[in-house]
Every structure is written in C-alpha cells, then in structure tokens.
C-alpha cells in the first residue's frame, strides 16, 4: 500500500537554528513528490516538485533533496515567518491521486 | 491574477441533509480537484475533473460526487451528511491534469461542520 510518513509531527526552532524535515514514503513505482507549505486557515501552498533521486531544489531558505525511499526539507536560518506546517505528498506511476503525510508543523520562535 | 475561490468559507449542516460546495479555479487553468482535511486522516484525495470530466477517483463512498462546468468552475456534492463529514475541503486547480506533475495552487478552502 503507499504510504507517506512525515516526522517529526513538531518542530520547535529558534530563529536562525537550521534543521530538517523528514518524509518517508513507499510507493509502487514514485512518479513525483511534492512538498507544500500550509499557513492556520489557509490551504497549501506548492513549494517544489522533485522527480527522481539525488534531485535536489531551492528556495530561500529552504531546499529539498530526494532518495529513493525519503525525501528531507532542509530549512537554513530560519526565520518567524516559516512558521507553518509542511506538507509533503506523492504520486505514484499506477495511480495519479495525490497521497499526502500528516504534515509537520514548524514553530520558529524569534 | 485571482486566486482559487471556493465559496461558501464556512457551513453548518444537519445530519441527513446534503451540501453543495463551489469552486472557481484560475483563469486558464481546466484541472479541479477536491480534498478532505482532516486533523485525524490529514489530506485526502477525493476526486479530480479535467475539461468536464471526471479523471480520477479517491476512495470515498458514492455519496461523494462532483462535476465541472465549461468554464471549469467545479461543484462537489455531499447527500445524506454524516458527522464524520466535518472537515475543511479544499479545491485545487492546475493547468493541466494531475498525471502531467503540474504545480496545484489551492483555494482556502469551505469549512463543513455537520452537526
């Protein structure tokens, strides 16, 4: 069965401390994974897409790499804004649904 | 350039009735699809439509259905509530269908609360 596992559930950094998030998944055959970024009453927003592994993408402060059985968000010096919890989800090559992690939820303190 | 609209933010419901949720993607883009959040079972993937057909299916009970309009505009539909139905339901659109990788930009979502 696919799966998605994303850990840990929180994170508690201060500001400047630099860390990582971790997703986990199994899949039959990995067609894509994609990690958003979801702010409290809002819905997610697209941050990257990475496709096979040893793939690697940026973004400000943040960049994502990929194996072939996880995948990491480093978050360099962060900042109070990237409060938020990450989302991470995968597409399988049999079944094109998006299959989604519980999320972390990351809490910068200034 | 709007955003994803989906109308109505917030819904109180009775068990047994049913509920109509809308969704305006962005211009231009044909791909609708809808999720279920919950802080229990996290995302989950209900159905997605492209040019007015549904492409895609999640596993959730027929009670669940949907449709798109020419415009793209897409309706999701919910008969005979049910309390496990309380969930935030999000809508996403994407130029192209979910099998091309494309990036899926969501809207707030309709918050559901059946009581």
């Known amino acids: 069965e696919d799966q998605v596992t994303q850990s840990p559930e929180a994170l508690r950094l201060q500001e400047g401390e630099s860390s990582s998030l971790n997703c986990s998944y199994t899949v039959s055959g990995l067609r894509g994974l994609f990690w958003y970024r979801q702010d409290p009453g809002k819905g997610p927003e697209f941050l990257f897409t990475?496709?096979?592994?040893?793939e690697e993408k940026e973004k400000e402060r943040l960049k994502a790499t990929l194996t072939k059985k996880e995948s990491f968000l480093h978050i360099t010096a962060p900042k109070p804004e990237d409060s938020a919890t990450y989302l991470c989800?995968?597409?399988?090559?049999?079944?094109?649904?998006?299959?989604w992690g519980a999320g972390t939820k990351l809490i910068i303190k200034p | 350039k709007a955003g994803v609209t989906q109308t109505p933010r917030y819904l109180i419901k009775t068990r047994g009735q049913q509920v109509t949720l809308s969704c305006s993607p962005i211009?231009?883009?044909?791909?609708v699809s809808w999720y279920q959040q919950t802080p229990g079972q996290g995302l989950q993937f209900l159905f997605e439509y492209f040019s007015e057909t549904q492409r895609n299916k999640g596993n959730f009970p027929g009670r669940f259905s949907g449709r798109q309009f020419s415009n793209s505009r897409s309706e999701m539909n919910v008969s005979t509530l049910e309390l496990g139905d309380s969930a935030l339901y999000l809508c996403a659109s994407s130029p192209g269908q979910l099998l091309t990788n494309t990036e899926a930009f969501f809207g707030q979502g309709t918050r559901l609360t059946v009581v």
């Open positions: 211009s231009g883009h044909r791909s």
């Open positions: 989800a995968v597409q399988a090559n049999s079944n094109y649904q998006l299959i």
């Open positions: 990475l496709y096979s592994a040893g």
